[in-house]
């Protein structure tokens, strides 16, 4: 069973805000089942976006995993990305970490 997007959201702040990061969210989505957005910011002023895996990507059934969309580019470019997904779906949700490195904060697949 796959854990609702704002119970998934909340633990990962807190998981962020314990190992002495920074978390936010910058949009708020559908609380059952809104597709999640991250938004890593680094500190050169560059960022990383992560977006939902396509479901073929995930191994096991309910897993919610990320695939790294765009990787250490302007803050521009990553908010054209997201005015297109939000078009697509307004219940998407945003998250901001500023964190070195992701790590196992979230799941990714393998490239």
């Known amino acids: 069973m796959r854990l609702k ?11 962020v805000f314990g190992q002495g990061g920074f ?7 559908a609380d059952e089942a809104g597709a999640i957005f991250i938004r890593q910011r680094h500190r050169d002023g560059r960022e990383t976006l ?13 897993e919610r995993r990320f695939e790294k969309r765009l ?8 908010e054209d990305a997201l005015a297109r997904e939000r078009r697509f779906d307004s219940d998407l949700w945003l998250v901001e970490l500023e964190v ?5 904060l979230i799941p990714l697949t393998a490239d």
Do not use: C, K, N, W
């Open 5 to 15: 997007s704002e119970i998934f959201i909340a633990a990962l702040t807190r998981r």
């Open 23 to 29: 978390a936010a969210i910058e949009h708020r989505g």
């Open 50 to 62: 992560y977006a939902p895996a396509p479901q073929m990507m995930v191994e096991e059934a309910g």
């Open 71 to 78: 990787d250490r580019v302007e803050p521009a470019v990553i």
């Open 100 to 104: 070195d490195e992701i790590g196992d």
